[in-house]
């Protein structure tokens, strides 16, 4: 049973740095493509970042482009979002998701909602103006 679990959200200051986490369980890690999206109240959860199987190709949201940065730990299960620059906009709560790569430790990417089977529960981050 796949778990992920995610860590590292809290408050910072417009122009802070915040590096979430989210480590997962009960798959083969490295064969599982990763994303991060994220959430406001009464919105529709929005594609952030997605990293692939193997690591090696990466996508980003537009407005994330140039200060977030998606990384992963395959030793260590873990998916790590870093967000620089941080703005009062990208206030949400910050999820992450997995699902098996088409083509294992390949480097394909996934960024819709749909391609995602596997959650986990979020973590807030939220940025002061």
């Known amino acids: 049973q796949v778990q992920l679990v995610e860590s590292g959200g809290g408050l910072v200051q417009a122009g802070g740095s915040l590096r979430v986490s989210c480590a997962a369980s009960?798959?083969?890690?490295?064969?599982?493509?990763m994303a991060w999206f994220r959430q406001v109240p009464g919105q529709e959860r929005e594609f952030v970042a997605a990293?692939?199987?193997?690591?090696?190709?990466?996508d980003y949201a537009d407005s994330v482009k140039g200060r977030f940065t998606i990384a992963r730990d395959n030793a260590k299960n873990t998916v790590y979002l870093q967000m620089n620059s941080l703005k009062p906009e990208d206030t949400a709560v910050y999820s992450c998701?997995?699902?098996?790569?088409?083509?294992?430790?390949?480097?394909?990417?996934?960024?819709?909602?749909?391609?995602?089977?596997?959650w986990g529960q979020g973590t807030q981050v939220t940025v002061s103006s």
């Open positions: 998701a997995a699902r098996v790569s088409a083509i294992l430790r390949s480097g394909l990417v996934y960024t819709g909602r749909s391609d995602y089977a596997d």
């Open positions: 009960g798959i083969t890690f490295s064969n599982y493509a």
């Open positions: 990293i692939s199987a193997s690591g090696r190709s990466t």
